[in-house]
């Protein structure tokens, strides 16, 4: 009994704040959606992707990190409590939401793994490398210029577009795709495809999208600081723009240089001519290595809170699981 009571409240837990959090994050969301374009397109897409994240990481954290040690601590291992129907209820819907998140992610690797595939089985290496990263020209897929994989990054372009664009455009297309890879692009993505998106909350479904043109703006401020032309970049969007698109199962985790949509395509050439006239500071395009700084420092100062807090709240969170248990 003493284990199936724990793996209840873990799951309960977890459903409980993951809603709760999903649930109090939307006025942020909405905030970020109605200000966003005060800010630079890479600090936007940082922004909502960690209030996106927040609810499965504060899932996690309570759920396994107070919930377990405190029911560990303070239950007696010889408890005769039983699951009341509230507490497996909650517990059910734990359940579905781990299965649904794991059946995705094994989804999202799958399809990403036999394309990179069904790609590598018709394509040939480039002469060199891009900056580290293999590029490959594939025989088919006309628009195809897009980085794939979530922990080896590899570049693939299609014959079409390398025969289209001049070296200029081309190198400026693989700066864009290096963007991505340089901030984990694709895992962040793989990340946002894995997450519950409740069927009551559609917002979250159009606050995913947004992420995706958000980072695809950054990553043309960032391979412009870079030393990519504008001008090349936006020649190449056009020119790339213009070959037919293949659209791919909405699990792949890859940044295509363009997906498909002639809108989006024409609001990153407006967004690049934008840039062509101000400029861009690399402080202002390029906060990955503040924000990485930031966020270390930030989760420094949380575990060490947690830590030191963790004795002093366990007997507190007991006494909530026992009036869910109740
Ligand atoms: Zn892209």
Redesign the pocket.
Known sequence: MFYLLCLCLILAVMFIVFMLTALTSLPALRVLLAYRHLVRAGTAANFLFIIRALPLVLGIVASLGLALPAFWEFEPSATHEMPGPVLLLLAGLGVLMIVGMFWRISRSVWVTLSLQRMWLKNASPLAENFKGIPVFCVKDSASLVAVAGIFVPRIFLSQDVADVLNTEELNAALA??LA?VSTKDNLRQFVLKMMPRPQFLPFLSDIDSLWSST??LA?DERAIVKGTSPLDLSSALIKVGRLSFQRGSTLLAA???VDGCSSATHVRAGHLRHLLEHGVSPEQANPTRRWTRGWTACAAVVLLLYLLALWTLLPEVHDALEFIVR
């Open positions: 864009h795709e991505h980072s695809e990553a940044s295509h240089l």
